[in-house]
């Protein structure tokens, strides 16, 4: 289980690291290839997956060889599309000449 | 054929032989005519090859659904694209470019293609024009046509929606899709900075280069004929001298220049890589290293360069303020010209006092036509950065909002 102090906000582009990796993964991803591919440490990648595991973007799943995996939710892919939803829409407003 | 595209035609014939007639009747039936003649067929080919707009087919959806997909289609093919409304530009070549309309037909919508040429394209097109007097323009802009339709033949055709509703509305949540386009049209930007900065820098070059032999000569005729010294009247001391000048005056120049330029074409072609190579990755569905960047920061980090890109394409655009360049560039030759036969003219005639005096006023409207140009590009800067910031900030606040209440 993840014991970790709550994070009170996260950073954005931090949390899009998280979620960008395991929509990318596609399948279960052991955690700490999710902490090497988010490059953050230990005490911070726990603060962000207890925040994403508390609101439902991820859950976690035993595998068979004893190692807990991160699972990315339907949920956690909405909110990934939303934020690059967004993020494209800048972009897709007029530009100037 | 369309009806516009057949006005098009039947109107430039009209000119076409209207023109020839004028001169037949005022110069007579001789070579001259013959010169005029094939001068006007060429200039009105020319005319009609970049302006005529041919059916390409019919695509299922509404012309903004059609060109939201093809746009998507050929950013994953890695062309450049850019939207602009009721129709797309695509870079096929550096030279060569290709403008696609759509217009609404029933529930369809009529796909039609434009030859077109990139900035590049065009600097050769005009350079081409002015130096054979129209002959060697027409063979190039029958390339570009022929290019452009051959790209429209070969590789949009085959892409158009036939049936059914177009894949922009199918796949609109598709987070590939979106990286794609927010990749592409960061890298178009970033990629069009550094060819306006990289033209502006050979420019500055070029004209730093005709600076050099102008002033070389003007000090050269100024001592040769205005001073009958001891120290000029020596051959050798007469090259070395405004040489020595010449230099001095321009070092602090190329100097400037070189420091300006250098680390924003750096800048901008990092950038243009660093967006191009994400893109390529991603449009090759694969997956990110672990210490890399992810394609979502990129592109916020590259976002906020992107009035920095603008304004770097703005500066490089000889077109938007072509009236003015052309005006300040005119003034410029007349007052050098004026200034090079008032200091030659100088011990033989008054004259040449009147010479030296319009030649520094028209440096000085030289100047004020300048001044006023960067005044107001500065204040669209300005206004650009503003806008784009606010714009960032406004999604910025609409995400953390969104993250707070998830």
Not at chain 2, 275 to 303: C, D, N
Request: aromatic share 10%; with cysteine.
């Amino acid at each position: 289980m993840v014991d970790a102090l709550p994070l009170e906000r996260p950073d954005l582009y931090v949390l899009a690291r998280h979620l960008e990796r395991l929509w990318r993964e596609g399948e279960p991803m052991l955690k700490t290839r999710l902490q090497v591919a988010a490059n953050v440490n230990y005490d911070v990648f726990n603060r962000y997956l207890s925040w994403m595991l508390d609101r439902n973007l991820v859950v976690l799943e035993d595998s068979d060889d004893g190692h807990e995996r991160v699972v990315l939710t339907a949920k956690g892919r909405e909110a990934y599309l939303k934020l690059v939803q967004w993020i494209n829409e800048v972009i897709k407003e007029e530009l100037p000449k | 054929m369309r009806r516009n595209n057949l006005l098009k035609i039947v109107s430039a014939t009209i000119v076409n032989v209207a023109l020839v007639a004028l001169i037949v009747k005022y110069a007579g039936a001789n070579l001259t005519v013959l010169f005029y003649a094939a001068f006007f067929m060429s200039v009105t080919l020319w005319w009609l090859l970049f302006y005529i707009i041919p059916h390409l087919d019919t695509a299922a959806g509404t012309p903004k659904e059609v060109l939201q997909d093809l746009a998507h289609r050929l950013r994953s093919g890695r062309y450049r694209v850019t939207e602009e409304p009721g129709k797309l530009s695509i870079q096929i070549t550096p030279l060569v470019a290709i403008k696609v309309h759509a217009v609404s037909d029933g529930a369809n919508s009529e796909i039609l293609y434009q030859a077109d040429a990139t900035p590049g394209g065009w600097t050769v097109l005009v350079l081409l024009f002015l130096f054979t007097r129209g002959f060697a323009g027409f063979p190039m802009a029958l390339y570009h046509f022929l290019k452009a339709r051959r790209f429209a033949e070969d590789q949009l055709r085959p892409q158009l929606p036939k049936g059914g509703v177009p894949r922009a509305k199918v796949g609109a949540g598709d987070i590939r899709d979106r990286l794609i386009d927010s990749l592409s049209e960061g890298h178009r930007l970033a990629a069009e900075a550094y060819e306006a900065t990289q033209s502006r820098y050979e420019d500055r070059w070029l004209l730093l280069g005709f600076g050099a032999v102008l002033l070389w000569l003007i000090l050269l005729v100024t001592l040769g004929f205005g001073l009958h010294s001891n120290l000029t009247s020596n051959p050798a001391y007469l090259l070395i001298i405004p040489s020595a000048i010449t230099l001095a005056i321009l070092a602090p120049s190329v100097w400037s220049t070189r420091k300006w330029f250098e680390p924003r074409i750096h800048d901008y072609r990092e950038w243009a890589e660093r967006l191009r190579k994400a893109l390529e990755k991603e449009t090759a569905h694969e997956t990110t290293g672990s210490l890399e960047s992810s394609a979502f920061e990129l592109i916020a980090q590259a976002y906020r360069q992107v009035p920095i890109w603008l304004e770097a394409r703005r500066k490089g655009s000889f077109s938007r303020e072509s009236g003015a360049w052309m005006l300040i560039f005119t003034c410029a030759i007349a007052a050098a010209s004026m200034a090079f036969l008032g200091i030659v003219l100088y011990s033989f005639t008054t004259w040449s006092l009147g010479l030296l005096t319009g030649a520094a006023a028209l440096i000085s409207l030289c100047y004020l036509l300048y001044s006023r140009l960067r005044k107001r590009a500065n204040e669209e800067g300005s206004r650009t950065l503003k806008d784009w910031n606010y714009r960032l900030d406004v999604m910025h606040q609409k995400m953390v909002k969104y993250l707070e209440e998830l």
